[in-house]
């Protein structure tokens, strides 16, 4: 989502930290571009002229110009404003000290309301809380049987009697449901509207009165733009909510929407949806993704996606592989499943410090999941000592592999030799050297 604002500011923000001195000129040039880049972006006006004013200050004030690295300052102070506008620091989840914590969902119709309440319960699940689901949602015909096929595929009860009870009364019976199976917590589904009414807000505040959550999420569809932000200005306005899940945040909309929300309603951006399938919901960290955005990474994410899907012992074979330079193809294979397994490509790779430049010639070849699924099919297409000893792939053998993945012969070659790059980089980790983003994307 971020794509296009990313390269427009890192863009702008290189031509600053390119400059060995910077005028008070140089710093209202850059606030233009970026003030032009927010606003393409679809931010909300008022948001930008704040923004931009102060980074403006800051950056003319406190010595930044007269500093012996004056536009690495600025890029620093522009992190650090980008950070607060995405609501600072992140926020947890307020959960009860006994009894199930009780987390209320609201949203419009089509906002992905009732897949991310099945989201957040498989999330929870993996933090080791047993979380339920709560089916309120008595508008929607559809809405129930919806929350009972995501709830099973997440692993979560689901507590149903159908539509024809009284929201209020449902959401009071599944509290009373989670309190028995010692849940640790109910997640309620709510209906939602094509737009906010009174209808609306009086059943949200029914099953508020009834169940007393500990937590009001309002779900919001990041490629609305700005009409996401006024659903959530008007929410604020009726119904006092504690925190926003952003779905469809891995479209290819231009994340106004989760750049003005929290300086709109005062309330920030808890978790984020950034993929359909149920494990593709996310903790929000405003500091993170202002890295991510300005091209410096996000190492701490990364880390935390190697270790869900990383196995120990393979780790450690790994490792041992890499120092005795026995790095195969069959290990090559093994570590991009893991990498798949940790999401997309884009997102995995944009983790990476330094990987802008790279992230926009990844999108120029459009390199995506397809072609790895090409080069497992190679890969796979391949006997156990030609994975072990690529050298040995003639001209015969790789018509043999062709024919067998379904490719060309060209495109085994391409493999061969970025295996080769691969060896080469895995060669420099293993003496302790961090390679080249540019030349990362060249061994891929």
Not at 56 to 61: I, Q, V
Not at 71 to 77: A, L, S
Not at 402 to 407: E, L
Request: charged share 30%; with cysteine.
């Amino acid at each position: 989502m971020f794509d296009q604002l990313s390269d427009r500011l890192q863009e702008t923000l290189s031509e600053v930290r390119s400059r060995g001195k910077l005028t008070e000129a140089d710093v209202d040039r850059a606030m233009r571009e970026i003030r032009l880049t927010l606003l393409e972006a679809d931010v909300n006006f008022k948001v930008v002229k704040q923004f931009t004013s102060q980074v403006r200050d800051r950056c003319l004030g406190a010595g930044v110009l007269e500093s012996l690295n004056p536009g690495q300052q600025v890029v620093k102070i522009v992190n650090d404003e980008l950070a607060t506008l995405l609501g600072g620091a992140s926020r947890e989840l307020a959960f009860a000290p006994s009894g199930p914590t009780v987390i209320l969902m609201a949203g419009l119709h089509g906002s992905g309301k009732t897949t991310a309440c099945a989201k957040l319960a498989k999330l929870l699940a993996k933090e080791g809380k047993r979380a339920a689901l709560a089916a309120c949602d008595t508008q929607r015909p559809a809405a129930v049987d919806q929350l009972v096929t995501v709830g099973e595929r997440a692993g979560a009860k689901v507590y149903e009697q159908g539509t024809q009870r009284d929201p209020t009364e449902l959401a009071e019976w599944a509290l009373d449901q989670a309190r028995a199976n010692g849940d640790d917590a109910l997640i309620v589904d709510t209906a939602g509207r094509l737009h906010v009414d009174e209808e609306l807000m009086d059943e949200l505040a029914g099953i508020r009165k009834r169940t007393q959550p500990h937590d009001i999420l309002l779900v919001l569809d990041a490629m609305t733009g700005q009409d996401a932000v006024n659903v959530a200005e008007a929410f604020s306005e009726r119904i006092e909510f504690d925190g926003v899940v952003m779905t469809k945040l891995d479209g290819d909309a231009r994340g106004g929407a989760a750049l003005s929300v929290k300086a709109v309603t005062g309330k920030p951006i808890l978790y984020a949806s950034v993929g359909e399938k149920l494990d593709q919901l996310e903790r929000f960290h405003p500091q993170r993704m202002a890295g991510r955005i300005l091209g410096m990474g996000d190492v701490l994410s990364l880390i935390e996606k190697a270790e869900e899907v990383s196995d120990r012992k393979q780790a450690d074979d790994l490792e041992r592989k890499i120092r005795r330079r026995e790095f195969t193809l069959e290990d090559f294979l093994q570590q991009m499943r893991q990498v798949r397994r940790m999401g997309p490509l884009s997102g995995v790779l944009g983790m990476l410090p330094g990987m802008g430049p790279a992230m926009k010639q990844l999108r120029q070849v459009n390199m995506d999941d397809r072609e790895l699924d090409r080069i497992e099919a190679i890969i796979l297409s391949m006997t156990p000592r030609e994975r072990s000893r690529p050298e040995v792939i003639d001209g015969s053998r790789r018509k043999r592999i062709a024919r067998g993945s379904g490719t060309t012969v060209q495109a085994v070659n391409q493999l061969t030799k970025q295996f080769g790059q691969v060896r080469k980089l895995m060669a420099q980790l293993a003496k302790g050297k961090m390679p080249d983003p540019q030349q990362l994307m060249r061994g891929m």
